[in-house]
């Protein structure tokens, strides 16, 4: 089966603070993604990465940064946490022919 | 007019109810439809994955995708409790991948089986 990991299922951090949100998958997955899903607006693509070192911007890129350094592993970054980051974060991957998303079990971030 | 369209509900059915669930869509260059199920502070499951038009069975649950029609289903027969989640509808075009690789949601239908 399909492991999508996040590191946290709750984090609470302060306005203002660098937040790091870290996920791996182990299925050898070339693209990986991050979403945030909020009530009534659904999932929203922030970024997402095709390879190792590369990147792309989503629906919703600003306020956040992303890194590759590894296949496995893909890094959300808040560079400065604020209140209206505060949101249900989801991690998916998938392989690049078979188009199914595979998901984490989301972090649940609260900015105070 | 927004690419996925979804009834967000919430819906409610007694257990053993047939549910249907249903999205449409603007872009006809979709090929790849999902369905997936999200239970209350998880992450989405992926619970159906169809190309193209044509029905699909797996149990209780039968997905249909009608491309002239720009719509797509989920049903549910029997309906559980363990049924009650948000189902959430994607859909892909048929160049997916590399630098293109980006699923279109719909807003999710929040379902509720009563026993």
């Known amino acids: 089966d399909v492991k999508v990991t996040q590191s946290s299922r709750y984090l609470v951090k302060r306005t203002g603070e660098k937040v790091f949100l870290e996920c791996v998958q182990d299925?050898?997955?070339?693209?990986m993604f991050w979403y945030r899903q909020d009530p009534g607006l659904g999932l929203r693509l922030i970024y997402f990465?095709?390879?190792?070192?590369?990147?792309e911007k989503g629906d919703i890129p600003e306020g956040y940064s992303v890194s590759r350094e590894k296949k496995e592993r893909f890094s959300l970054i808040l560079e400065s946490a604020s209140t209206n980051q505060t949101s249900m974060y989801l991690c998916?991957?998938?392989?690049?022919?078979?188009?199914?998303?595979?998901f984490g079990q989301g972090t649940r971030l609260t900015v105070v | 007019q927004k690419e996925v369209e979804q009834d967000p509900g919430p819906l409610s059915v007694p257990e053993g109810a047939i549910v249907s669930l249903n999205c449409t869509y603007s872009?006809?260059?979709?090929?790849?439809f999902m369905w997936y199920r999200q239970y209350s502070r998880k992450g989405p499951e992926l619970l159906m994955y169809?190309?193209?038009?044509g029905n699909k069975e797996d149990g209780r649950f039968t997905a249909q995708v009608d491309k002239s029609s720009k719509y797509i289903s989920l049903f549910i027969r029997d309906s559980q409790p363990s049924d009650s989640a948000t189902y959430l509808c994607?859909?892909?075009?048929?160049?997916?991948?590399?630098?293109?690789?980006?699923?279109?949601f719909g807003k999710g239908t929040k379902l509720s089986v009563k026993p």
């Open positions: 299925m050898d997955h070339e693209n």
């Open positions: 998916a991957s998938s392989f690049g022919i078979s188009t199914e998303a595979f």
């Open positions: 872009n006809s260059a979709f090929q790849y």
């Open positions: 994607a859909m892909t075009p048929m160049n997916y991948g590399g630098s293109q690789g980006n699923l279109i």
């Open positions: 169809t190309y193209s038009s």
């Open positions: 990465s095709y390879d190792v070192k590369m990147k």
